[in-house]
């Protein structure tokens, strides 16, 4: 006796297994670029890591250090258009252009290593928490509480500072503050995904615990994790430039935010090109990410992912 | 059903229990214990169906838990897999005490004491079926991975030998070929519980413990799952624990079954017997609120009161709170008094205090003597059941107390009743039938 | 005491509400879902009418049509109509039963247009005839929870969680019975006065910040609290009603400290509190366990009794409703295929569908594996063509059943929608006699 499933028209038996799951990934990512507004977030996304991957081919790397702005002396705060500086200079004689395009590739390394950190330890400290619990997650989570109790931005702040002003230092002081949010997503997941019967299942069917986590909890449990993690790559960003735009970072270094920081001053003068096309940079890139990452949200929360 | 010399016994379950701690205030401290499964026994033997009903509350669920080893008992022991002559030899020694027989036995047999091989011998054979469906498919998973998945952990077979072993499985619970490479979502719940029916039978074990396998299915669904699992069984032999809280699903499909109530076996017998004569007032209690099982002429009715809380389980007989047919000496206590006063405003306001001696010797004081008179002339009253007076030994009124003493009765435990039948009950048998 | 057993037959009770044609379609990614397609049928006056059916028949949707509480979206209200003859109070003698109003204590509310005589507006009856699915939202409401209520399946989630068991059930009062409030509490509701006016805004649970705050002072805190002592006093009837033992301690109580029995009867309070003319029950007994749903429609019968009321009793469990309901219809794939009389429905089932699932309930009489299993599943209700929705699990299907729909005839006492019965003039009917498998 053969059912009839409730299913799309059945395939031929010859379908294999990758082929459904590639198939499946396509219909989500489908899913998640119909949406125009994270469509839009995405093509921001990818024009500006474009650039930020050309940035040697696009604009003459600085010497000896291509992340320093180039000093063009005989050009002063010259406003767009002026030869040679599309969007004119800083006041002292930073190649705005230079500024954007190699930002975009000094936020592109920021975001990169502190999102890959971050989510790294708190992936790991939170699965350990909620799957193994008992004593290991209360000491867990009371490190994490610790952690939690300081506002990010005042904490990256104090680091940075003890530390010393140097971009470096920035990517640290984010990674040390921002590694708790991932711990608690993760943990609150974990516990939530064992209370299903398949965890149980494997465990009378005896698979190994590592297993078990690696199959059973782990792929359920990242989704939240992926959804903060393209809306920190935005937000990293932003939180980052704040610090070198109050001076964290090393001054005259070729990123967003401290070239606004040095660029505020000309405002008052009618110089606002120095400020506000990296300013504007910084809003593009959070901004992306984050119509991104409600795009993903939206598709993959449990509430409205379809049966 | 009479064992043969040659049967096996595939578990032989030995008083036991499965407590839960409650922690409470700042520092998380133990206050209390949730007795789930509170001294459970009996075996369960190769080839059979034995159901285990009881409504929510009374421990099957838990019970299926320990059996299937996902939790550790907190004391008894459950045993897999015996010879008649092994099991035998394990009442003997459990009678004796701690001893070498035993601690042999319990090293080859004992679930929560098992080795290396002697654990992957009972992992490998006994399998469990949940109950929700949805919940106990992995929905990253495709058909081949979840029904695959214990052939993989074991290492029995892989690549193409192994997908053609899943669609024979698949073939087996009626599903094929077609459906190796779909997404659980895609399926009905029928589907989905022949997909873990199809996983529960991969390594071909001996026993599978079924969890309410059918609760969340229409009926004409169910039917198709039920014959099923006959089909099965009688083709492959297998061993199945059947729990589930419908008598009409637990009287088609099992031989014998237990009847639970608030962690403990009440009632257990032959499928037939135990449903045209029960002896334990519970069984005949759920019998009679089933509106399949009575007769076409009858109304049907429930049962009054609530459930015990299980970490204060009554005295005596768990039952008797509830019980229509109580005698004295089952079990009333303090407790049963504190419960009716409850129902008495009047006098449960001005309730100070209760010193308890025992379970059945206490003083309850008051705030005024008219309260404490209250009381005392209400348990002699109409008002309190007339076994419950009877069983008082001594009530004294002092100017704000109230003492009362209970007779003292041990708790009630199941008895043979002749014909495998067991129960635990003072009556001999129910006054009036159903 | 037990359940009275199968009630004498009401079938020449005057119609309460009458369900006609009712179709509602759900958008969905598919395309347009046929949930309910073609609906029909009559609840009179003081009868339990039972509405069986599996998952996906429709019939949790036509029970929430009745009060419009299918979200549109995704609902689509196609057609059909749900016409509801509402009651008054007896005015011989004021609710207590006398022989004008057959000791009911209610006759039927007479039609606003015609004063009884008979028109177009009521169908000739001479009843107030109200259609459902159109009056406007305002006269929705005052007929919700006040002369039909609901009651549904988890009483878990129909509570509000956040208040306490008094706050619930006294809103059905604040809304429904305020003047009574008002009355009790020695106010006269008719007086325009200001303090009047206040105090029936707060018994109407109107009151604002500023009114709020006059109402503390002295000259009408008394007022304020003589109405929330009245609504206490009705609150402790309706919970005592439902036999919850000791109801001034269970009002201060939370729906998470109470049983779901509890809880249950909280809610048939809360349905039963207005004295309503129907009561629609979705599947109220299916999350408690059997001892307690016994004793819960125990309950349902006997306050059916005691306040006349029609009840419309939703289940997936026939034997269930078959001792609970007079009449019985059973639902499959969107549309009734049989309703009559509920013993005679079981014993002698006429639609090959209820007589499958009869035979799937696990009996004394079945041998293991062999219980009746309906084959395949239901079908997907997506944009159907016309043809019996179950002629792909039937066992006698003919020609006809895939090309038309049948529609509900009389055989002998009840109506079943089959060709079997009701041959077409054309083409190959089906017969009992024909199995097809």
């Keep these: 006796m053969s059912t009839t499933s409730a299913s799309p028209p059945i395939v031929g038996a010859h379908e294999s297994a990758i082929r459904v799951r590639l198939r499946r990934m396509g219909e989500t990512a489908g899913r998640v670029l119909s949406n125009p507004t994270t469509l839009g977030g995405l093509v921001i996304i990818l024009l500006m890591v474009g650039m930020a991957l050309l940035a040697p081919w696009l604009v003459e790397p600085n010497t000896p250090n291509a992340s320093q702005m180039p000093r063009d002396w005989g050009a002063i705060a010259v406003p767009p258009g002026s030869p040679g500086h599309p969007l004119g200079t800083t006041n002292t004689g930073g190649d705005v252009l230079y500024g954007v395009i190699w930002g975009a590739r000094t936020s592109l390394r920021l975001s990169l290593i502190v999102v890959s950190v971050t989510v790294a330890i708190g992936v790991a400290v939170g699965s350990l928490a909620g799957f193994r619990g008992g004593r290991i997650d209360e000491v867990l989570m009371r490190i994490v509480d610790v952690f939690l109790s300081i506002p990010e931005l005042i904490f990256a702040l104090a680091i940075a500072a003890v530390l010393g002003p140097s971009f470096r230092n920035i990517i640290l002081a984010l990674a040390i503050v921002f590694w708790v949010k991932y711990a608690r997503i993760m943990r609150a997941q974990v516990l939530h995904v064992k209370q299903n019967d398949y965890v149980d299942s494997s465990r009378v069917i005896g698979d190994s615990n590592w297993n078990i986590f690696r199959k059973d909890v782990l792929p359920n449990s990242i989704t939240p994790v992926v959804v903060q993690a393209t809306l920190d790559m935005g937000n990293i960003v932003l939180v980052g430039a704040t610090l070198s735009f109050i001076g964290l970072a090393e001054a005259g270094l070729a990123e967003w935010g401290v070239l606004v920081s040095e660029g505020q001053a000309g405002i008052s003068g009618g110089r606002w090109w120095a400020s506000t096309f990296p300013g504007l940079m910084v809003f593009l890139w959070a901004l992306a990410f984050n119509l991104l990452g409600d795009g993903i949200r939206d598709v993959l929360d449990p509430k409205t992912e379809t049966r | 059903m009479t064992a043969t010399t040659d049967q096996r016994t595939v578990l032989a379950v030995r008083d036991l229990k499965k407590h839960f701690p409650i922690k409470d205030g700042a520092l998380q401290r133990v206050v209390g214990q949730v007795r789930a499964v509170d001294g459970v026994s009996f075996d369960l033997q190769r080839g059979e169906t034995l159901g285990l009903v009881g409504e929510s509350g009374c421990g099957k669920t838990t019970l299926g838990r320990v059996l299937a080893g996902l939790e550790k008992p907190t004391s008894g022991g459950v045993y897999f897999d015996l010879s008649e002559s092994q099991r035998v030899e394990l009442d003997r020694a459990l009678r004796a005490g701690q001893g070498e027989d035993l601690a042999r036995l319990e090293a080859s047999h004992r679930v929560d004491r098992l080795d290396g091989t002697n654990w992957r011998r009972f992992r490998r054979n006994t399998q469990m079926v949940f109950q929700d469906s949805f919940s106990s498919l992995n929905p990253r998973h495709l058909v081949s991975d979840i029904v695959g998945r214990p052939l993989r952990v074991y290492k029995e077979a892989s690549g193409s030998a192994l997908t053609e072993r899943v669609v024979g499985l698949l073939e087996q619970v009626g599903l094929g070929r077609q459906h190796l490479y779909r997404y659980p979502h895609q399926f009905s719940g029928g589907q989905r519980q022949r997909i873990s029916i199809a996983r529960a039978l991969a390594l071909d074990p001996e026993l599978v413990i079924l969890d309410e396998p059918t609760s969340a299915l229409d009926v004409s669904v169910q039917a198709q799952i039920l014959n099923l699992l006959h089909e099965l069984q009688q083709s492959r032999g297998f061993t199945f624990l059947f729990i589930t809280h419908d008598l009409s699903v637990v009287r088609h499909m099992a031989d014998r079954i237990a009847v639970m109530y608030l962690g403990r076996i009440a009632e257990s017998g032959e499928t037939t017997e135990l449903f045209n004569e029960p002896i334990h007032p519970y069984t005949e209690a759920l019998l009679r609120a089933n509106p399949d099982l009575t007769a076409d002429d009858e109304g049907f009715r429930g049962l009054e009161g609530t459930v015990p809380d299980p970490a204060r389980p009554p005295q005596g007989c768990r039952f008797h709170t509830r019980c229509e047919y109580a005698t004295p000496d089952c079990g009333w206590e303090i407790d049963d008094v504190v419960l009716q006063l409850e129902d008495t405003p009047a006098l449960f306001d001005k309730l100070a205090g209760v010193e308890r001696r025992s379970p059945f010797d206490a003083d309850l004081e008051f705030s005024d003597s008219d309260a404490a008179a209250g009381l005392a002339t209400a348990l002699q009253s109409e008002d309190v059941p007339a076994s419950m007076r009877a069983a008082i030994e001594h009530v004294s009124v002092g100017a704000q107390k109230v003492s009362i003493k209970f007779r003292e009765v041990n708790e009630v435990l199941l008895t043979p009743r002749g014909n495998d039948r067991l129960a635990a009950c003072v009556l001999d048998a129910l006054p009036k039938r159903y | ?437």
């Design chain 3, 1 to 437: 005491m037990t359940a009275p057993a199968t009630n004498p037959p009401k079938t020449t009770a005057p119609v309460v509400a009458s369900v006609r044609d009712l179709r509602v379609h759900f958008k969905s990614k598919g395309g347009i879902v046929h949930a309910v397609d073609g609906v029909d049928f009559d609840v009179r006056d003081g009868e339990t009418l039972g509405l069986v059916g599996e998952t996906g028949c429709g019939k949790s949707v036509t029970a929430r049509s009745f009060l419009r509480l299918v979200p549109m979206p995704p609902g689509i209200p196609v057609s059909g109509s749900i016409i509801f003859r509402p009651r008054q109070r007896c005015s011989s003698c004021d609710g207590a039963g006398c022989p004008t109003c057959a000791g009911t204590g209610r006759v039927v509310s007479p039609c606003p247009v015609c004063a009884g005589s008979g028109c177009d507006t009521c169908e000739q009856s001479g009843a107030e005839t109200i259609d459902l699915l159109t009056i406007p939202e305002r006269e929705l409401r005052s007929i919700r929870g006040n002369r039909i209520a609901m009651i549904f399946q988890d009483p878990g989630k129909a509570l509000n969680p956040a208040l306490s068991i008094r706050k619930q059930v006294a809103e059905v009062f604040y809304a429904h019975r305020s003047d009574e409030l008002l009355v009790s509490a020695g106010i006269d509701p008719g007086s325009g006065s200001m303090p009047t006016t206040l105090l029936r805004r707060r018994a109407t649970q109107q009151s604002r910040t500023l009114e709020s705050v006059l109402l503390s002072l002295p000259p009408l805190r008394s007022g304020r609290t003589a109405i929330s002592e009245a609504a206490d006093d009705r609150v402790a009837t309706a919970l005592a009603e439902t036999q919850i033992p000791n109801p001034r301690a269970v009002m201060d109580r939370y729906p998470h400290e109470l049983s779901g029995g509890m809880k249950q009867r909280v809610m048939i309070a809360m349905a039963l509190a207005c004295d309503p003319d129907l009561l629609i029950a979705d599947e109220p007994t299916t999350a408690l366990d059997v001892t307690v749903q016994a004793r819960i429609i125990e309950l349902i019968k006997e306050l059916q009794q005691r306040h006349k009321t029609a009840v419309v009793y939703i289940s997936h469990d026939l034997s269930l409703v078959r001792k609970v309901a007079d009449r019985t219809a059973v639902m499959y794939a969107g549309r009734i295929v049989e309703v009559g009389d509920s013993e005679q429905i079981f014993h002698e089932p006429e639609h090959p569908y209820t007589r499958g699932l009869i035979d799937a309930i696990p009996g004394a009489h079945h041998e293991r594996g062999r219980l009746a299993a309906i084959e395949g599943t239901v079908p997907e209700l997506i944009d159907p063509e016309p043809s019996c929705r179950f002629a792909g699990r039937c066992d006698y299907a003919a020609s006809v059943c895939w090309t038309h729909d049948p529609t509900l005839g009389p055989v002998r006492d009840r109506e079943v929608a089959c060709f079997i019965h009701h041959p077409p003039e054309h083409g190959e009917a089906p017969s009992f006699d024909r199995t097809v498998r």
